[in-house]
C-alpha cells in the first residue's frame, strides 16, 4: 500500500504546477484524499480535500488557495492531482497527498488521513 507525490518543482511567481498522487495497492476511488503542505517554520495544514468515495462529494480549499489551485482524480489512473495556478511565494512548502475516510466534519484533519506519500517540495521564487 503506497502513495507516490509528484510533480513538485522551482517555478516563478504568478507559475503554475500540478502535483500527482498516484496510489498503489488499494482503490484510492474508495477513499477521501487530501493534499496538505508544510512550508519552512510552520505546522502542517491542509490545502484542499475531497470526499466523493460513498457518491456524496465534499471539498475544502483552505481560503489562501481558494480560486488558484484545483484538486481533482482519475479513478481510472488511481490518481488524484492538485492543479497550481498564480503561485505565489508563500505557496512554497512540502506537499503531501494523503488518504483516509474522514467524518465530513473533519476532512481537513491530519487524523483522519492513514496513508500518506512522502511528499513533494514546491518552490516559488523569482
Known amino acids: 500500500v503506497q502513495l507516490q507525490a509528484s510533480g513538485g518543482g522551482s517555478v516563478q511567481p504568478g507559475g503554475s504546477l500540478r502535483l500527482s498522487c498516484t496510489a498503489s495497492?488499494?482503490?484510492?476511488?474508495?477513499?477521501?484524499v487530501a493534499w496538505f503542505r508544510r512550508a519552512p517554520g510552520k505546522e502542517r495544514e491542509a490545502v484542499s480535500c475531497?470526499?466523493?468515495?460513498?457518491?456524496?462529494?465534499?471539498?475544502y480549499y483552505a481560503e489562501s488557495v481558494k480560486g488558484r489551485f484545483t484538486l481533482s482524480r482519475d479513478n481510472a489512473k488511481n490518481t488524484a492531482f492538485l492543479q497550481m495556478r498564480s503561485l505565489k511565494p508563500e505557496d512554497t512548502a512540502v506537499y503531501y497527498c494523503?488518504?483516509?475516510?474522514?467524518?465530513?466534519?473533519?476532512?481537513?484533519?491530519?487524523?483522519?488521513?492513514?496513508?500518506w506519500g512522502q511528499g513533494t517540495l514546491v518552490t516559488v521564487s523569482s
Open positions: 494523503a488518504a483516509g475516510r474522514p467524518i465530513s466534519s473533519a476532512i481537513r484533519s491530519r487524523a483522519m488521513y492513514y496513508y
Open positions: 475531497i470526499d466523493d468515495s460513498d457518491g456524496y462529494s465534499q471539498y
Open positions: 495497492g488499494f482503490t484510492l476511488g474508495d477513499y477521501a
